[in-house]
C-alpha cells in the first residue's frame, strides 16, 4: 500500500519549535517533489514548502525565515522544521508527493499535479 504519513505534531507554547516528518510507506520518496501543507479549522488548506526530488525549495511568504523544509532521500523522510511557533500556526499539517513535473512553486501554490496525500498530523500552539 503506497502512503504518507505525518509525525511530529503536538501541543507546543508559544516560541516553541518542532519538526515534523513525513515518511513514505510502499514508494521511495527520491523520485518525488514533497511538499507540506496545513489546514487550520474554517480555513482553505495552504502550501507552505516545497521541495523538489533535487533539493529546490520554496516557501510561502508567511513561513519564510521560521520554515524549513529538508529531505533524508537514505530514510525515505522529508522533515519540516517549525520555529518561532505561534497560535495562529495551529492546524492539521499534511504532507504530499508530487512526480517531478512542474515546478515545487506550482504545487505549494497550485497544488498541482499531487500524486499522494499523508492523513495529517495536528499541531496545536497554545500556552
Known sequence: QLQLVESGGGLVQPGGSLRLSC???GFTLDYYDIGWFRQAPGKEREGLSCISKSGNTYYADSVKGRFTISRDNAKNTVYLQINSLKPEDTA??????????GSVQGMCVLRYAINYWGKGTLVTVSS
Do not use: F, G, H
Not at 499539517?93 to 508530487?98: D, E, F, G, L, S
Open 23 to 25: 515518511a513514505a510507506s
Open 92 to 101: 492539521v499539517y499534511y504532507c504530499a508527493a508530487k512526480s517531478p513535473i
